[in-house]
């Protein structure tokens, strides 16, 4: 048994069937949550030595390297059985609204630091910290987030079921589960 049934083995039977129907925006959640784990460890490990003088561009940086892993993990994973353009199409369609969702990323801290002037010697260091987390990290991922979910769905992967679900699909993961638990329902 893979380490996804046991997990949704022990999730109760109503949340595990809407994990189960929304496994895709679940996989894109979970991709989202690893590359923001990458953007903020790339950022601060950037701004608090090579880019000192330049956060912006230590951020910009930081979604760069996550955009390429998101790439990868939203084509093979989170959206594995979308598709419906070639390879090079869709690849330069997740890019540009990747950079499109970076611009969007960028905004509120932008604003923060040189719109409200959220920065040192305006204000103290942990105030400029925060203030740069809160909006870029929080704020600005829940933006380019928002707009990479619709916008994948709608241009770069618009066609559901066009690759076929590889081993451990739906089908096999709900009958997994369902023989572990005594269910004998069929689900569709």
């Given at each position: 048994?893979?380490?996804?049934?046991?997990?949704?083995a022990r999730?109760?039977?109503?949340?595990?069937?809407?994990?189960?129907?929304?496994?895709?925006?679940?996989?894109?959640?979970?991709?989202?949550?690893?590359?923001?784990?990458?953007?903020t460890?790339?950022?601060y490990?950037?701004?608090?030595?090579?880019?000192t003088?330049?956060p912006i561009?230590?951020?910009?940086?930081?979604?760069?390297?996550?955009?390429?892993?998101?790439?990868?993990?939203?084509?093979?994973?989170?959206?594995?059985?979308?598709?419906?353009?070639e390879?090079?199409?869709?690849?330069?369609?997740?890019?540009?609204?990747?950079?499109?969702?970076?611009?969007?990323?960028?905004?509120?801290?932008?604003?923060s630091?040189?719109?409200?002037d959220?920065?040192?010697?305006a204000?103290g260091?942990?105030t400029?910290?925060?203030?740069?987390?809160?909006?870029?990290?929080?704020?600005?991922?829940?933006?380019?987030?928002v707009f990479r979910?619709?916008?994948?769905?709608k241009?770069?992967?618009?066609?559901?079921d066009?690759?076929?679900?590889?081993?451990?699909?739906v089908?096999?993961?709900?009958?997994?589960?369902?023989?572990?638990?005594?269910?004998?329902?069929?689900?569709?």
């Amino acid at each position: 048994m893979s380490v996804v049934h046991s997990a949704l083995a022990r999730v109760p039977a109503p949340l595990r069937d809407l994990i189960i129907k929304h496994r895709e925006l679940v996989r894109f959640v979970v991709v989202g949550g690893t590359c923001f784990v990458i953007t903020t460890g790339l950022w601060y490990g950037l701004k608090l030595t090579v880019l000192t003088t330049k956060p912006i561009t230590a951020l910009a940086a930081a979604i760069l390297v996550a955009m390429i892993v998101n790439y990868v993990l939203s084509r093979e994973w989170s959206f594995q059985t979308r598709g419906g353009r070639e390879g090079h199409h869709e690849a330069a369609l997740f890019f540009l609204v990747s950079t499109i969702a970076v611009g969007l990323n960028l905004v509120p801290e932008t604003i923060s630091r040189y719109v409200f002037d959220l920065q040192v010697p305006a204000v103290g260091v942990l105030t400029q910290e925060v203030s740069d987390f809160v909006s870029g990290s929080i704020v600005g991922t829940l933006l380019g987030m928002v707009f990479r979910w619709w916008a994948l769905k709608k241009f770069v992967f618009p066609h559901a079921d066009v690759r076929p679900e590889r081993a451990g699909g739906v089908a096999l993961l709900r009958s997994a589960l369902d023989g572990e638990s005594g269910h004998s329902e069929q689900v569709a």
